[in-house]
């Protein structure tokens, strides 16, 4: 054997782009009979200086890290053998390296073999940042570029989307965002697309896969893995942030009312004032029309305007932090210095962030006492749910209006524990995340399924707030909430109302016929294609008409039944009208769309249906073309549903 060739391939080992190395075995051990070029720049030796050495002279580690092994392995029993091997011991090279072994016609032993260094060094910093990914209290996703495939979502992704990551990876973008089509989505992303811009930053709605929503905050950024392009999504749900500014929108009118009899002054600003309450008037001297032009600083002496410039431009940069009291001084429009307690909050005001506060004169301290009892008894007055527990959950207080809603007396309350309510329908871990999160100070939202005194259920939107000494030890918990049970009763029968035929329980036709749109554009967009199949049940009428119209109804929602079993979960199902129906079908030849077809056929025909001997169904079946439209597919799987029919029914034709 040359020093740039072997018999058993005619090639120059120079020219195979891997390492290649050659060895001979002799007495007990190998030598070096070979080494490509790649070969001495990778273990960094010439090839003039080791050929015809023994192996372990020139790797003194090589019995240590397993390659003599597998070469006498492959030398004693023939054929070939792979093996990844660390190298090497010996501390004059270090790596990985992967290896294909194999023995020669001659007897000798050759080891193709490439340098894994690099790429085992990039899977373990991957694996590090997968745990950090996977741990973060952040909705992290990645999505391909090029198919918009998910090929990734962190922990907290999957408990609040609901999917596995096995599922998402069948699915894009579009699935999870209701309010966007794949030619919108794509418009959207296009800056990143065309790297225009580094990251997207903008809300939307997600679709979890029991069918609820949520309000997202979404940063999009692009990132390269490997050599394939793709999206980072960072999601921060907001639906709290959502309601909270819906509510306040709604309900305008009422919060006018109420603060405007507030003896706290009210206040909210961006820029300048947008709002200020009768009782900020009076506080500060000023009018309205004079507030409304002024910045928040211009109210402060001197030294706390750097102090309330920053925190301002904080709230109207959208940032949330603890809400706390401040005490500060006022200069009014007279020139008078007061002490105020001002404590602020960033909202969503006109579909952008502003500040909202409130303020009380806290200089004569019996003033003070008498606003904050003024206050007590217009929580009274709220028709909100409020209570007050204990640090340990004890309650010691519940206004009226919470005692006449649950049908309590207060003496069945006080000192009572708060689970008095529990329904039994909220998981342990919904509990356990509620304590967690206001034992440590912060403020819980959610929506509570409770049960009144008689054992009826409903439903609570709650808001749970900390409250805490001059030491910041919390002392008691104000939850205050509201019955949203016919707003939650009405979003689901709105949603299956929209959606699902009534008789059937599948797809209704506006919804089938969404569907069918979101396939056309997907298929379009990436060059594929999908079936249609349309099918009615033969001489329908005369069922309707013989058994009347609930045996009628009885065969639609078992015939449907029977078809949900046996088609995939990615296809799509629905009802077209009447008797007629669809069934979407991505990603599937005409073979395969014919054997489905001739499958329901067959178990319809076969099927005992009640009262009935047989029940038969005609198919039409098309592809989607090219130049199709939505109309020319129809009318064409419309056509081919009649030929059936015209050729005897109980059969399937294509067109």
């Known amino acids: 054997m040359s020093n740039h060739s072997f018999s058993t391939f005619d090639v120059s080992i120079d020219f195979i782009p891997l390492n290649v190395a050659v060895y001979e075995y002799v007495g007990d051990g190998f030598c070096i009979v070979d080494f490509n070029t790649m070969a001495e720049q990778t273990e960094n030796v010439k090839r003039e200086d080791i050929i015809g050495k023994r192996l372990e002279k020139v790797f003194p580690g090589v019995k240590d890290f397993g390659l003599f092994d597998v070469l006498l392995r492959v030398y004693e029993k023939g054929g070939c053998e792979d093996a990844d091997l660390g190298f090497y011991d010996d501390g004059r090279v270090s790596g990985w390296r992967k290896n294909r072994v194999c023995r020669l016609e001659n007897g000798n032993v050759i080891a193709l073999y490439s340098d894994m260094t690099v790429q085992k060094d990039i899977e373990s910093r991957l694996e590090s940042l997968g745990i950090i990914l996977d741990n973060s209290i952040n909705e992290v996703y990645i999505f391909n570029k090029e198919d918009l495939h998910f090929t990734y979502l962190n922990k907290a992704a999957q408990k609040n989307i609901g999917y596995t990551i096995s599922e998402m990876q069948t699915m ?70 959502k309601n909270a500014q819906s509510k306040l929108l709604e309900s305008e009118e009422k919060f006018r009312n109420i603060a405007e009899n507030a003896l706290m002054g009210i206040f909210i600003y961006k820029e300048r004032g947008l709002y200020a309450n009768q009782a900020l008037v009076e506080i500060s001297g000023y009018s309205t029309q004079e507030l409304y032009a002024m910045s928040p600083w211009d109210l402060v002496t001197q030294e706390y305007k750097e102090q309330v410039r920053n925190i301002s ?39 952008a962030y502003a500040g909202m506060g409130t303020m009380i004169d806290i200089t004569d301290i ?46 069945e309350l006080l000192g009572k524990k708060i689970g008095l309510y529990k329904s039994g329908l909220h998981k342990k871990e919904f509990y356990k995340e509620l304590w967690e999160t206001i034992a440590s100070g912060k403020t819980f939202r959610g929506v509570f399924i409770n049960r009144k005194k008689d054992g009826q259920i409903y439903y609570e939107e709650e808001t749970i707030t900390p409250i805490v000494d001059d030491k910041q030890n919390i002392q008691y918990y104000v939850a205050t909430s509201q019955d949203i049970t016919d707003r939650v009763k009405m979003e689901e029968k709105l949603h299956t109302l929209a959606t699902i035929d009534s008789i059937t329980c599948i797809y209704n036709r506006n919804k089938i016929g969404e569907e069918l749109d979101i396939e056309i554009a997907r298929a379009k967009r990436y060059e594929s294609s999908f079936a249609l199949i349309m099918f009615d049940i033969d001489f329908f009428k005369a069922v309707n008409d013989r058994y009347g119209h609930d045996m009628g109804d009885y065969v639609l929602k078992e015939l449907c039944a029977v078809v949900s079993k046996l088609i995939r979960e990615s296809d799509r199902f629905g009802r077209w009208g009447g008797e007629e129906f669809i069934i979407i079908t991505p990603i599937i030849q005409k073979e395969q769309v014919m054997l489905l077809a001739n499958k329901l056929k067959d178990v319809i025909a076969t099927h005992a249906f009640k009262e009935i001997s047989k029940v038969t169904i005609s198919i039409g079946i098309t592809l989607l073309g090219r130049e199709d439209t939505k109309e020319s597919l129809l009318k064409r799987v419309d056509n081919a549903l009649y030929e059936s029919k015209n050729r005897g029914r109980n059969r399937v034709s294509f067109k």
């Open 172 to 241: 894009t973008p579009v699935d999870i965002k209701p309010e966007y089509d794949l030619k919108s989505f794509l418009e959207l992303i296009e800056p990143l697309m065309r790297g225009e811009k580094d990251f997207l930053v903008f809300e939307t709605v997600h679709e979890r896969k029991d069918g609820t929503r949520y309000n997202a905050e979404i940063r999009l950024q692009s990132v390269n893995r490997g050599n394939t392009e793709q999206f980072v999504v960072l999601t921060h749900d907001i639906t709290d942030r």
């Open 313 to 351: 431009k904080r709230r109207l940069r959208g940032e949330k932090f603890p809400q706390e009291y401040e005490d500060i001084k006022l200069v009014k429009k007279d020139g008078k210095i007061r002490t105020v307690r001002i404590s602020t909050q960033t909202i969503m005001y006109g579909n």
């Open 366 to 411: 019996q003033e003070t006492k008498q606003q904050l009892k003024l206050l007590a008894q217009a929580v009274e007055q709220m028709d909100e749910l409020v209570r007050i527990t204990d640090k340990d959950g004890i309650i010691t207080y519940v206004n009226d209006a919470l005692v006449a809603h649950t049908g309590y007396k207060h003496v």
